[in-house]
């Protein structure tokens, strides 16, 4: 009896004596971005309402007055369950530069019906340093420069060593083609694995565009990625425009067939790519794809290659995907995949455009405007290639 009551001593200074305190653990990082909106996501240790305070950067202090809020809700009500927060800003200015924090309240109990109870908050800092922010892409913005980085394969600390010298003050998006992760168990991997490390990058000043690998296809919580990625069609294939820029991506699925043994049973790409073959369709005639000055396609794997890199996830997309882009005026696509860098030309028959596959150690920076797609390619060594998109 007296062992119970000591044990249950020590657990209760544990929880209400030693609990950790309520806090941000992760992010807030940006994706998904369009020409007017953007999302913002972070996670905390504990369940809390959670909302964004914006502003225009006037150069005004984030306290001069009371911000905008935004609050994440679902059909009219804040949510206060989750631990995982986004907000989604809609109705931005393209061209304006915003100035943000983002709040979490905790709850600590609800027991039932009306007996919520809220605990601290956390946010992050607008009064010691800058406000975290952002700048919304001009829609007439003559240049854009973005960064792709592909097939990491979770060594974070490898990635932030290939992009040392880059200058993420030139950057206005970050894609990430894939492979990212070669599995993904559980939340806390998946901020380990890059996300953390992109957010001391920029992530939370520049947007994160995500395209989906093979290898994020695999593992037990492999579903929940899209909600560390939000999207509006809840899809990891999009279409958005910036500046006058169309970027396409593709989700490639899997590389070997559906009833392979490595996918215990549970892969149904086949289907999955035909599906998206028939919003792609629609996609490349919608105005805002035919009218951009460029349009640039990013798929993990390749739909071009040698005979042996070929495999049936490949050829599958050359049969469901690329008839659809080679009639689409298609500048050019990025992929990985492969962890060898190729290029290959366009080639009447084969593809109507070039296909850049970029290695597994290296970064491409590419600068488009309404002329001209420059890439430059570097890793730890520096910068390795360096030419014109023909
Ligand atoms: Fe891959």
Redesign the pocket.
Known sequence: MKKTIIFLIILLLNTYVFAEDFKITHGPYLCNPTEDGISIVWTTNRPAVSWVEIAPDDGSHFYAKEREAHYITQAGRKLATETLHHVRLENLIPGQKYMYRVLSQEVTEWESRNNIKFGKMADTDVYRGKPLGFKMIDKGAKELTFLVLN?IHSKASFMKEICKDVNFNEIDLIFLN??MSSYIESEEQLFKDYIDTLVTMGASRIPLVYVR???ETRGRFSHQLINYFPTKNKEFYQSFKCGNVNFLMLDCGE?KPDSDIAYLGLADYDAYREKQALWLKDIVETPEFKNASQRIVFS??PLVGNQLDLWHGNLHLQKTILPILNNANVQLTFS??NHRYAYHPSKQGVANFPTLINDNQSYVICKVNDNTISVQIGGTGGVVRSFNID
Do not use: A, E, Q, V
């Open positions: 097939d894939g492979d690998g093979n290898h590389d993990h794997m990985g995949h």
